[in-house]
């Protein structure tokens, strides 16, 4: 069960973040055809693993169209409203669906915990972890930036960066050298951490949430592996 569940938390995060794109993104907030399109990519992942079911045609059919329709009502009603509160609805309708699923169509799946864990948890840190800490962090911004100055996009890639390492880190028993990764980070930022109070709070604010979203995945990947 917690393997299966695993992988289709694994299908979620490549549909729902990783084949949308950025341009994607912005067209759902105010165009009915974002939504669709959005939605039938989000059910390609599951593809696969639906067939693998022991259900004829017609009930596979049945559930794909479900998962799109479902994914269809659930951006419907939060797509013009980007903030965190927003995003953690939507991804904790989209969690309760997919328990549903696994509940009502179960399946054994000969994978390798480990395998499956570790998936979940590289899936997690990188761009779903960068679109929560984006919500986050625009509710603190005192005047709305373009992407190009963003303070997520501008440090994006530092933050892949400093989840995955966290993430290595906890996996091979270091949890306590995770403060090297925050010292040196912050050693960098120094000049700005100093100097300006807002840049302060937007940076500690980021910064922690990033590590907690590394230890969350983590965490998802213990207890996947078990």
Sequence with gaps: ?????????????????????????????????????HSLLYVIPF????????ISYGQAGLLMLALGVTHVLVDSLTRRYCTFTSFLIDQSIHIGVLLGMALLF????????????????????????????SRVLASLASTPSDNNQDPVHAGYKIGYLERLII?????????????????????????????????????????????ALALIGYGGARLLIG
Excluded: W
């Excluded at 593809?47 to 022991?54: D, N, R, S, T």
């Excluded at 040196?184 to 700005?192: F, I, M, W």
């Design 47 to 54: 593809v696969p693993l639906i067939f693998l079911l022991q």
């Design 167 to 211: 993430l290595l880190l906890c996996l091979f028993g270091s949890i306590s050298t995770c403060v090297l990764v925050i010292a040196a980070k912050t050693l960098v930022r120094y000049a700005e951490f100093s100097n300006d109070s807002e840049f302060r709070e937007v940076f500690l604010v980021g910064t922690l949430m990033s590590i």
């Design 1 to 37: 069960m917690y393997i299966y569940y695993g992988v289709l938390l694994c299908c979620h995060l490549v549909g729902d973040f990783y084949l949308q794109s950025d341009v994607l993104a912005r067209h759902k907030q105010t165009q009915v055809t974002g939504v669709l399109l």
């Design 106 to 133: 179960p399946l054994q799946l000969q994978l390798p915990a480990s395998s499956v864990g570790i998936a979940f948890a590289l899936l997690f840190i990188f761009k779903p972890s960068s679109v929560a800490v």
